[in-house]
Protein backbone atom coordinates (compact mmCIF):
# COMPACT_ATOMS: atom_id res chain seq x y z
CA UNK A 1 0.00 0.00 0.00
CA UNK A 2 0.75 3.50 -0.70
CA UNK A 3 -0.02 5.08 2.94
CA UNK A 4 0.64 8.74 4.19
CA UNK A 5 0.07 10.53 7.42
CA UNK A 6 -0.34 13.57 8.34
CA UNK A 7 0.00 15.14 11.92
CA UNK A 8 -0.06 18.51 13.35
CA UNK A 9 3.88 18.20 14.85
CA UNK A 10 5.97 15.53 15.80
CA UNK A 11 6.51 16.18 19.17
CA UNK A 12 7.44 14.45 22.14
CA UNK A 13 3.70 12.80 22.74
CA UNK A 14 1.59 10.20 23.15
CA UNK A 15 -0.03 10.88 19.61
CA UNK A 16 3.23 11.27 18.12
CA UNK A 17 4.74 8.18 19.35
CA UNK A 18 1.93 6.14 18.07
CA UNK A 19 2.19 7.77 15.00
CA UNK A 20 5.62 7.04 14.33
CA UNK A 21 5.63 3.34 15.38
CA UNK A 22 3.27 2.83 12.95
CA UNK A 23 4.81 4.71 10.06
CA UNK A 24 7.78 2.19 11.06
CA UNK A 25 6.05 -0.61 11.33
CA UNK A 26 4.69 -0.59 7.59
CA UNK A 27 7.77 0.39 6.24
CA UNK A 28 9.33 -2.64 7.86
CA UNK A 29 7.40 -5.35 8.70
CA UNK A 30 4.89 -4.75 5.71
CA UNK A 31 6.57 -3.44 3.03
CA UNK A 32 4.18 -0.23 2.54
CA UNK A 33 5.32 2.49 1.04
CA UNK A 34 4.89 5.59 3.47
CA UNK A 35 4.85 9.33 3.79
CA UNK A 36 4.97 11.30 6.53
CA UNK A 37 3.54 14.59 6.95
CA UNK A 38 4.06 17.04 9.52
CA UNK A 39 4.54 20.63 10.67
CA UNK A 40 7.16 21.82 12.57
CA UNK A 41 8.10 20.63 16.10
CA UNK A 42 7.98 24.42 17.91
CA UNK A 43 7.90 24.90 21.69
CA UNK A 44 9.31 23.32 24.65
CA UNK A 45 8.04 19.61 23.98
CA UNK A 46 10.88 18.15 22.56
CA UNK A 47 10.99 16.35 18.76
CA UNK A 48 10.83 13.14 16.87
CA UNK A 49 11.51 14.50 13.82
CA UNK A 50 14.82 13.60 14.25
CA UNK A 51 14.19 9.94 15.22
CA UNK A 52 11.86 9.70 11.84
CA UNK A 53 14.64 10.55 9.42
CA UNK A 54 16.96 8.60 11.16
CA UNK A 55 14.78 5.46 11.23
CA UNK A 56 14.47 6.02 7.33
CA UNK A 57 10.42 7.21 7.51
CA UNK A 58 10.14 9.47 4.69
CA UNK A 59 9.43 12.78 6.11
CA UNK A 60 7.91 16.38 4.72
CA UNK A 61 7.40 19.13 6.96
CA UNK A 62 5.17 21.61 6.08
CA UNK A 63 5.77 24.86 7.45
CA UNK A 64 2.46 26.70 8.01
CA UNK A 65 0.83 23.83 9.34
CA UNK A 66 1.11 24.89 13.26
CA UNK A 67 -1.88 24.03 15.74
CA UNK A 68 -3.18 27.30 16.36
CA UNK A 69 -5.79 28.76 14.35
CA UNK A 70 -4.89 31.08 11.86
CA UNK A 71 -6.87 31.05 8.62
CA UNK A 72 -4.63 32.17 5.90
CA UNK A 73 -1.77 30.55 7.46
CA UNK A 74 -3.98 27.24 7.18
CA UNK A 75 -5.14 27.62 3.82
CA UNK A 76 -1.32 27.86 2.67
CA UNK A 77 -0.68 24.37 4.71
CA UNK A 78 -4.13 22.79 3.27
CA UNK A 79 -2.46 23.56 -0.44
CA UNK A 80 0.45 21.92 0.69
CA UNK A 81 -0.49 19.34 1.96
CA UNK A 82 -2.94 18.68 -1.01
CA UNK A 83 0.08 19.15 -3.05
CA UNK A 84 2.43 16.90 -1.40
CA UNK A 85 -0.93 14.06 -1.15
CA UNK A 86 -1.18 14.85 -4.81
CA UNK A 87 2.76 14.12 -5.67
CA UNK A 88 2.71 11.10 -3.57
CA UNK A 89 -0.50 9.75 -4.72
CA UNK A 90 -1.44 7.05 -1.76
CA UNK A 91 -4.30 4.66 -1.02
CA UNK A 92 -4.44 5.56 1.94
CA UNK A 93 -4.23 8.80 3.97
CA UNK A 94 -4.30 8.90 7.39
CA UNK A 95 -5.30 11.71 9.78
CA UNK A 96 -4.20 12.30 13.74
CA UNK A 97 -4.84 15.51 15.42
CA UNK A 98 -7.00 18.53 15.54
CA UNK A 99 -5.95 20.46 12.94
CA UNK A 100 -4.34 18.32 10.78
CA UNK A 101 -6.90 15.74 10.91
CA UNK A 102 -9.62 18.64 9.48
CA UNK A 103 -6.62 19.79 6.70
CA UNK A 104 -5.74 16.52 6.24
CA UNK A 105 -8.60 14.82 5.53
CA UNK A 106 -10.22 17.82 3.52
CA UNK A 107 -7.07 17.71 1.11
CA UNK A 108 -7.30 13.70 0.81
CA UNK A 109 -11.46 13.77 0.07
CA UNK A 110 -10.97 16.45 -2.41
CA UNK A 111 -8.38 14.51 -4.64
CA UNK A 112 -10.34 11.26 -4.73
CA UNK A 113 -7.99 9.31 -1.81
CA UNK A 114 -9.54 5.64 -1.49
CA UNK A 115 -9.47 5.18 1.86
CA UNK A 116 -9.17 8.72 4.22
CA UNK A 117 -8.79 7.20 8.51
CA UNK A 118 -8.80 9.33 11.10
CA UNK A 119 -7.42 8.60 14.62
CA UNK A 120 -9.18 10.54 17.63
CA UNK A 121 -6.34 10.65 19.94
CA UNK A 122 -8.40 12.60 22.08
CA UNK A 123 -10.83 14.90 21.30
CA UNK A 124 -10.33 18.93 20.59
CA UNK A 125 -13.69 20.12 22.45
CA UNK A 126 -13.99 19.56 26.05
CA UNK A 127 -15.79 21.23 28.74
CA UNK A 128 -12.65 23.32 30.01
CA UNK A 129 -13.45 25.46 26.85
CA UNK A 130 -15.66 28.37 26.52
CA UNK A 131 -19.04 27.53 25.07
CA UNK A 132 -18.09 29.22 21.56
CA UNK A 133 -15.01 27.14 21.22
CA UNK A 134 -16.71 23.99 22.58
CA UNK A 135 -19.07 24.54 19.57
CA UNK A 136 -16.46 25.71 16.87
CA UNK A 137 -14.22 22.41 17.53
CA UNK A 138 -17.33 19.96 17.45
CA UNK A 139 -18.72 21.31 14.35
CA UNK A 140 -15.49 21.15 12.30
CA UNK A 141 -15.30 17.61 14.15
CA UNK A 142 -18.49 16.88 12.23
CA UNK A 143 -17.47 18.42 9.23
CA UNK A 144 -13.97 16.57 8.45
CA UNK A 145 -16.14 13.33 9.57
CA UNK A 146 -18.12 13.20 6.23
CA UNK A 147 -15.04 13.53 4.42
CA UNK A 148 -13.46 10.12 5.79
CA UNK A 149 -14.55 6.34 5.67
CA UNK A 150 -13.63 5.18 9.11
CA UNK A 151 -12.50 6.59 12.49
CA UNK A 152 -10.37 5.01 14.40
CA UNK A 153 -10.17 5.71 18.62
CA UNK A 154 -7.67 5.13 20.79
CA UNK A 155 -10.29 3.69 24.00
CA UNK A 156 -13.52 3.48 24.04
CA UNK A 157 -14.30 6.33 25.60
CA UNK A 158 -13.42 8.56 22.86
CA UNK A 159 -15.94 6.32 20.52
CA UNK A 160 -18.67 7.19 23.37
CA UNK A 161 -17.58 11.35 23.57
CA UNK A 162 -17.68 11.46 19.42
CA UNK A 163 -20.77 9.74 19.46
CA UNK A 164 -22.57 11.52 22.16
CA UNK A 165 -21.27 14.47 20.47
CA UNK A 166 -22.71 14.40 17.09
CA UNK A 167 -19.91 13.99 15.10
CA UNK A 168 -20.55 10.21 13.40
CA UNK A 169 -22.36 7.23 14.24
CA UNK A 170 -20.94 4.55 16.24
CA UNK A 171 -20.46 2.02 13.55
CA UNK A 172 -18.04 4.70 11.91
CA UNK A 173 -15.53 3.85 14.87
CA UNK A 174 -13.21 1.05 15.78
CA UNK A 175 -10.88 1.00 19.01
CA UNK A 176 -7.46 0.24 18.92
CA UNK A 177 -5.29 1.01 21.18
CA UNK A 178 -2.60 3.06 21.28
CA UNK A 179 0.96 0.63 20.88
CA UNK A 180 4.19 1.26 22.32
CA UNK A 181 7.37 -0.41 22.71
CA UNK A 182 6.53 -2.80 25.46
CA UNK A 183 9.95 -4.77 26.08
CA UNK A 184 11.87 -1.57 27.36
CA UNK A 185 9.03 -1.07 30.09
CA UNK A 186 8.91 -4.91 30.92
CA UNK A 187 12.54 -4.97 31.71
CA UNK A 188 12.58 -1.86 33.11
CA UNK A 189 13.43 -2.44 36.79
CA UNK A 190 16.70 -3.78 35.54
CA UNK A 191 18.06 -0.24 35.43
CA UNK A 192 16.28 0.12 39.36
CA UNK A 193 19.16 0.70 41.84
CA UNK A 194 21.39 2.62 39.47
CA UNK A 195 18.73 5.52 38.26
CA UNK A 196 17.50 5.81 42.03
CA UNK A 197 20.89 6.27 43.08
CA UNK A 198 21.38 8.94 40.36
CA UNK A 199 18.58 10.48 41.79
CA UNK A 200 19.58 10.91 44.91
CA UNK A 201 16.55 7.96 46.47
CA UNK A 202 17.51 5.60 48.73
CA UNK A 203 15.71 2.14 49.31
CA UNK A 204 13.86 3.83 52.59
CA UNK A 205 12.28 6.67 49.85
CA UNK A 206 8.75 5.45 48.32
CA UNK A 207 9.28 7.41 44.87
CA UNK A 208 5.89 8.79 43.52
CA UNK A 209 6.13 9.97 39.87
CA UNK A 210 3.64 11.19 37.00
CA UNK A 211 4.97 11.37 32.87
CA UNK A 212 3.58 14.63 31.22
CA UNK A 213 3.85 18.37 29.92
CA UNK A 214 3.94 20.58 32.70
CA UNK A 215 0.74 22.12 30.94
CA UNK A 216 -2.56 23.56 31.42
CA UNK A 217 -5.26 20.49 32.32
CA UNK A 218 -2.30 18.05 32.89
CA UNK A 219 -3.21 18.44 36.88
CA UNK A 220 0.41 18.74 38.24
CA UNK A 221 -1.35 21.58 40.25
CA UNK A 222 -3.69 18.68 42.37
CA UNK A 223 -0.91 16.33 42.69
CA UNK A 224 1.68 19.18 44.32
CA UNK A 225 -1.28 20.40 46.42
CA UNK A 226 -1.85 16.17 47.54
CA UNK A 227 1.69 16.05 48.05
CA UNK A 228 1.80 18.57 51.44
CA UNK A 229 -0.86 16.19 52.88
CA UNK A 230 0.68 12.62 51.97
CA UNK A 231 4.63 13.85 53.30
CA UNK A 232 2.83 15.01 56.49
CA UNK A 233 2.34 11.38 57.18
CA UNK A 234 5.08 9.86 55.02
CA UNK A 235 8.34 12.14 55.40
CA UNK A 236 10.13 9.06 53.04
CA UNK A 237 7.98 9.84 50.07
CA UNK A 238 9.61 11.79 47.05
CA UNK A 239 7.98 12.86 44.38
CA UNK A 240 9.69 12.46 40.21
CA UNK A 241 8.13 14.86 37.89
CA UNK A 242 9.23 13.61 34.38
CA UNK A 243 8.69 16.01 31.42
CA UNK A 244 9.00 20.22 30.49
CA UNK A 245 6.61 22.82 29.42
CA UNK A 246 4.89 26.30 29.58
CA UNK A 247 4.44 25.89 33.20
CA UNK A 248 7.68 24.50 34.68
CA UNK A 249 8.39 27.55 36.16
CA UNK A 250 4.87 27.94 37.94
CA UNK A 251 4.82 24.48 39.11
CA UNK A 252 8.58 25.29 40.64
CA UNK A 253 7.15 27.90 42.52
CA UNK A 254 3.72 25.88 43.84
CA UNK A 255 6.47 23.50 45.26
CA UNK A 256 8.50 26.21 46.49
CA UNK A 257 5.43 27.69 48.39
CA UNK A 258 3.97 24.33 50.07
CA UNK A 259 7.53 23.78 51.49
CA UNK A 260 8.52 20.51 49.42
CA UNK A 261 11.66 21.45 47.43
CA UNK A 262 13.10 18.77 49.20
CA UNK A 263 10.62 16.11 48.48
CA UNK A 264 10.03 17.28 44.52
CA UNK A 265 12.46 16.16 41.62
CA UNK A 266 11.71 17.54 37.86
CA UNK A 267 13.88 16.03 35.47
CA UNK A 268 12.75 18.57 32.74
CA UNK A 269 12.92 17.25 29.24
CA UNK A 270 14.28 13.35 28.70
CA UNK A 271 14.18 11.76 25.57
CA UNK A 272 11.49 9.02 24.70
CA UNK A 273 14.29 6.14 25.57
CA UNK A 274 14.89 7.60 28.85
CA UNK A 275 11.13 6.57 29.91
CA UNK A 276 11.53 3.18 30.89
CA UNK A 277 14.65 3.77 33.18
CA UNK A 278 13.01 6.57 35.31
CA UNK A 279 10.13 4.53 35.40
CA UNK A 280 12.14 1.74 37.34
CA UNK A 281 13.18 4.75 39.80
CA UNK A 282 9.33 5.01 40.84
CA UNK A 283 6.90 3.19 43.07
CA UNK A 284 3.80 4.39 42.25
CA UNK A 285 2.30 6.05 39.23
CA UNK A 286 -0.26 9.42 38.96
CA UNK A 287 -2.30 10.09 36.15
CA UNK A 288 -4.07 13.40 37.40
CA UNK A 289 -4.37 14.72 33.27
CA UNK A 290 -8.19 16.69 33.61
CA UNK A 291 -8.88 15.34 29.52
CA UNK A 292 -6.63 12.83 27.80
CA UNK A 293 -7.55 10.30 25.46
CA UNK A 294 -6.00 6.97 26.32
CA UNK A 295 -3.50 8.02 29.19
CA UNK A 296 -0.67 5.91 27.35
CA UNK A 297 1.73 7.10 30.12
CA UNK A 298 -0.47 5.27 33.09
CA UNK A 299 0.04 2.36 30.30
CA UNK A 300 4.33 2.71 30.47
CA UNK A 301 3.46 2.82 34.00
CA UNK A 302 1.74 -0.61 34.17
CA UNK A 303 3.94 -2.17 32.11
CA UNK A 304 7.18 -0.59 34.15
CA UNK A 305 5.02 -3.11 37.18
CA UNK A 306 3.96 0.23 38.77
CA UNK A 307 0.46 0.49 40.20
CA UNK A 308 -1.11 3.99 39.16
CA UNK A 309 -3.68 6.49 41.16
CA UNK A 310 -5.71 8.42 38.60
CA UNK A 311 -8.70 10.54 37.97
CA UNK A 312 -11.08 8.91 36.51
CA UNK A 313 -11.46 10.54 33.54
CA UNK A 314 -11.83 9.66 29.37
CA UNK A 315 -10.04 6.62 28.61
CA UNK A 316 -8.36 5.75 32.07
CA UNK A 317 -10.81 3.76 33.47
CA UNK A 318 -9.97 1.21 30.86
CA UNK A 319 -6.74 0.60 31.96
CA UNK A 320 -6.43 1.89 36.01
CA UNK A 321 -8.95 -0.99 37.11
CA UNK A 322 -9.85 -0.28 40.58
CA UNK A 323 -8.41 -2.29 43.09
CA UNK A 324 -6.65 -4.73 40.40
CA UNK A 325 -4.21 -2.47 38.28
CA UNK A 326 -4.59 0.88 40.42
CA UNK A 327 -6.81 3.31 41.91
CA UNK A 328 -9.43 5.85 40.69
CA UNK A 329 -10.40 9.16 42.16
CA UNK A 330 -12.50 11.90 41.37
CA UNK A 331 -11.33 14.72 38.67
CA UNK A 332 -9.40 17.94 40.53
CA UNK A 333 -10.18 16.03 44.04
CA UNK A 334 -7.01 16.68 46.26
CA UNK A 335 -8.06 14.73 49.43
CA UNK A 336 -9.01 12.09 47.66
CA UNK A 337 -6.34 12.05 45.19
CA UNK A 338 -4.08 12.46 48.53
CA UNK A 339 -5.55 9.62 50.73
CA UNK A 340 -5.22 7.06 47.26
CA UNK A 341 -1.60 8.06 47.17
CA UNK A 342 -1.20 7.65 50.85
CA UNK A 343 -2.75 4.30 50.35
CA UNK A 344 -0.29 2.88 47.90
CA UNK A 345 2.73 4.37 49.66
CA UNK A 346 2.12 2.85 52.82
CA UNK A 347 1.46 -0.73 51.58
CA UNK A 348 4.43 -2.45 49.64
CA UNK A 349 2.23 -5.57 49.08
CA UNK A 350 -0.51 -3.92 47.42
CA UNK A 351 1.66 -1.80 45.33
CA UNK A 352 3.30 -5.06 44.24
CA UNK A 353 -0.01 -7.25 43.39
CA UNK A 354 -1.48 -3.69 41.48
CA UNK A 355 1.77 -3.33 39.66
CA UNK A 356 2.06 -7.07 38.59
CA UNK A 357 -1.29 -7.50 37.35
CA UNK A 358 -1.49 -4.32 34.65
CA UNK A 359 2.03 -5.90 33.59
CA UNK A 360 0.49 -9.44 32.89
CA UNK A 361 -2.93 -7.56 31.50
CA UNK A 362 -1.48 -5.22 29.13
CA UNK A 363 1.68 -6.38 27.76
CA UNK A 364 0.43 -7.89 24.85
CA UNK A 365 -2.69 -5.63 24.10
CA UNK A 366 -0.47 -2.31 23.57
CA UNK A 367 2.87 -3.63 21.38
CA UNK A 368 2.73 -1.44 18.99
CA UNK A 369 3.16 -4.63 16.44
CA UNK A 370 -0.49 -5.74 17.14
CA UNK A 371 -1.61 -1.94 16.59
CA UNK A 372 -0.31 -1.66 13.79
CA UNK A 373 -2.04 -5.36 12.17
CA UNK A 374 -5.26 -3.78 13.65
CA UNK A 375 -4.76 -0.38 11.78
CA UNK A 376 -3.50 -1.67 8.60
CA UNK A 377 -5.98 -4.24 8.59
CA UNK A 378 -9.12 -1.06 8.73
CA UNK A 379 -7.08 0.02 5.38
CA UNK A 380 -7.29 -3.50 4.09
CA UNK A 381 -10.87 -3.37 4.66
CA UNK A 382 -11.69 -0.10 2.92
CA UNK A 383 -9.42 -0.67 -0.09
CA UNK A 384 -10.71 -4.11 -0.16
Given at each position: MRIAHVITRLILGGAQENTLLTCE????????????????????????????????????????????????????????????????????VHTHSAKAGVLGRAAAWSLGVPAVVHTVHGAPFHPYQGRGARALFRGCERWA??????????????????????????DRFTTIYSGMEVEPLLAADVHRAEVRASLGYTEDHVVVGKIARLFHLKGHEFLVRAAREVVDRHPNVRFLLIGDGLLTDRIRRQIAREGLREHFHLTGLVPAERIPELIAAIDVGVHVSLREGLPRAAVQMLLGGKPVVSYAIDGAPEVVVPEETGLLVPPKSVGKLAAAVDRLVGDRSLRSHLGAEGRRRFAEQFDHRRMTIAIRGVYAGLLG
Open positions: DLLRRHGDQVLLVTGPALGPEGSLIQRARAGGVPLVVVNPLRRAIHPWRDLAAYRQIKQTLRDFRPDVARRCHALISVADAMTDLMVDAGVAPR
